[in-house]
């Protein structure tokens, strides 16, 4: 599963609104994206149940990669292809163990190396970070070395992810030092038209 491990990385928005969730998500997937995470920070377990399931149907119509944000329970529960887990979430070597060996488990290491090097370690299947720009939707300090991506690729042989107000003008020089994946919220879902914000990023991996 690695291999899918590229291009335009949706992460969803906490909206409630399912249907338009959906929809939305629908068409960044016709736009060329293959990994969607679902991370929704305020819903509740019914409504994070309910929508899981909705984009993880969408996930198999697209043939796309369909990860869930810190619940280990849920990503068991339907099996999907992978779980996401935070800093302050259960270590990588424990959810690597709750998951098993199959399935994806990524690591946010925010601008740290040696938690990338520890996520590694513990069983990761890809390592995350950021933030290198302000974002609309997650508060942080921009505080990530623009070299760790390099840095990381040199070290580490996991595939990585960038994270943080990423535009598709500001995620190019990251993509020039060899991140596979870019991440992605407003920049997709907060258009006029999900599905061209999502072909704009994908084509940017198109020369790799």
């Given at each position: 599963?690695?291999?899918?491990?590229?291009?335009?990385?949706?992460?969803?928005?906490?909206?409630?609104?399912?249907?338009?969730?959906?929809?939305?998500?629908?068409?960044?997937?016709?736009?060329?994206?293959?990994?969607?995470?679902?991370?929704?920070?305020?819903?509740?377990?019914?409504?994070?149940?309910?929508?899981?399931?909705?984009?993880?149907?969408?996930?198999?119509?697209?043939?796309?990669?369909?990860?869930?944000?810190?619940?280990?329970?849920?990503?068991?529960?339907?099996?999907?292809?992978?779980?996401?887990?935070?800093?302050?979430?259960?270590?990588?070597?424990?959810?690597?163990?709750?998951?098993?060996p199959e399935k994806i488990v990524g690591?946010?290491?925010?601008?740290?190396?040696?938690?990338?090097?520890?996520?590694?370690?513990?069983?990761?299947?890809?390592?995350?970070?950021?933030?290198?720009?302000?974002?609309?939707?997650?508060?942080?300090?921009?505080?990530?070395?623009?070299?760790?991506?390099?840095?990381?690729?040199?070290?580490?042989?996991?595939?990585?992810?960038?994270?943080?107000?990423?535009?598709?003008?500001?995620?190019?020089?990251?993509?020039?030092?060899?991140?596979?994946?870019?991440?992605?919220?407003?920049?997709?879902?907060?258009?006029?038209?999900?599905?061209?914000?999502?072909?704009?990023?994908?084509?940017?991996?198109?020369?790799?």
């Amino acid at each position: 599963m690695t291999n899918t491990l590229s291009g335009l990385y949706l992460v969803t928005p906490d909206w409630d609104d399912t249907q338009k969730l959906i929809a939305s998500s629908e068409l960044a997937l016709q736009g060329g994206a293959k990994i969607l995470q679902y991370r929704h920070k305020t819903a509740d377990a019914a409504l994070r149940k309910q929508q899981a399931q909705a984009l993880q149907t969408l996930c198999k119509r697209y043939a796309a990669t369909f990860i869930i944000n810190d619940h280990v329970d849920l990503c068991i529960e339907l099996d999907a292809d992978g779980i996401h887990v935070g800093g302050t979430d259960a270590s990588v070597a424990q959810v690597r163990a709750l998951v098993g060996p199959e399935k994806i488990v990524g690591a946010s290491c925010y601008g740290d190396l040696q938690l990338a090097h520890s996520a590694h370690q513990q069983g990761a299947s890809y390592v995350a970070f950021g933030g290198f720009y302000v974002s609309r939707i997650k508060k942080y300090p921009v505080t990530t070395p623009f070299d760790i991506v390099s840095q990381s690729k040199k070290s580490i042989p996991l595939p990585c992810v960038v994270i943080g107000g990423m535009t598709i003008e500001n995620c190019q020089p990251l993509i020039a030092q060899g991140t596979d994946m870019v991440a992605a919220i407003s920049s997709v879902y907060m258009t006029d038209n999900p599905e061209t914000a999502a072909s704009a990023f994908v084509s940017l991996f198109g020369a790799r």
